[in-house]
């Protein structure tokens, strides 16, 4: 299926490796020209070199921190003119509330809610005029059922989704839609911290940890970038211009709830 979006640019973000690695890979086959962003100027780089060898698509990269304003103004810069917009950052470390003051909150907030806002703000007029607009918020699971130990992505995240309810609906009209990327276990450097913290609580190793949850989850595996991606490329084709609002859970069917 051709999702109609080759010549259109894309910024994804936090795309040095994991899901935006991912969604950065599959838009760039398609034929979108892509701007990635990450800190690390050095992974992202070599993420850009291998995007454009394997897809053969325009890719700039532009390191920087995108939770600051500095490091979306340089994001922007490299593409006046955004037809796709990828939120995502490394979520916030797990642990347990009563240890987080009011700066480890805020910093929380600003890399999974205040920085997407922001982001959508800088690109969703110029999207609106030109009648034509994705955007994808890459969230979390957690976001349906809630994990005790990340209470801070638990919180910022579902902010996050309640804004995009609200502002999706007004969009969608210009053909301009939003909406959320839900991601269970995936294999990510993100996942690995997250069976760390629980193979110290449960006193057994990462391997033993990272075996339970695979065979806890109905599909016995956890799920690829690649496949994540592709379910990014599709949310952002010419083809889902009727899906807005929504919350699209990829979890291997680990969320036992009907809706």
């Known amino acids: 299926m051709d999702m109609g979006i080759r010549g259109r640019t894309a910024l994804v973000c936090a795309a040095s490796k994991g899901l935006g690695r991912g969604c950065a890979m599959a838009l760039a086959a398609e034929g979108a020209n892509v701007v990635i ?7 992202l780089e070599a993420t850009a070199a291998e995007i454009r060898k394997a897809t053969g698509a325009n890719v700039v990269a532009v ?9 979306r103004a340089a994001a922007l810069a490299a593409a006046p003119q955004i037809d796709i917009l990828v939120n995502n950052a ?4 797990p642990g347990d509330f009563r240890q987080w003051d009011r700066d480890t909150w805020i910093k929380a907030l600003d890399a999974n809610m205040l920085t997407p806002i922001e982001l959508i703000k800088a690109t969703v007029d110029g999207m ?5 607009g994705r ?9 349906k059922a809630p994990i005790d130990i990340l209470g801070l992505s638990n919180g910022a ?8 309810a609200g502002l999706s609906r007004k969009t969608v009209a210009h053909n301009v839609t939003i909406n959320n990327l839900l991601p269970g276990p995936f294999e990510t450097e993100r996942l690995q911290a997250t069976l760390g913290t629980w193979a110290k609580r449960d006193g057994i190793t990462i391997e ?11 599909a016995g595996r956890f799920g690829t970038a690649e496949e994540f991606g592709a379910a990014c490329a599709f949310l952002c084709s010419v083809h ?4 807005t609002g929504q919350n699209l859970l990829m979890d291997g069917g680990h969320y036992p709830g009907t809706f």
């Open 208 to 218: 033993e940890a990272a075996a339970r949850r695979r065979k806890e989850n109905p």
């Open 90 to 93: 490394g979520g916030p470390a």
């Open 63 to 71: 390191a920087g921190d995108i939770t600051t304003p500095e490091g």
């Open 37 to 43: 962003t990450a800190r690390g100027r050095e992974a």
């Open 157 to 164: 995240r579902s902010g996050l989704t309640g804004f995009v």
């Open 128 to 132: 609106i005029a030109r009648r034509f």
């Open 135 to 143: 955007i994808v918020n890459i969230t979390s699971g957690a976001v």
């Open 240 to 243: 889902a211009g009727y899906i």
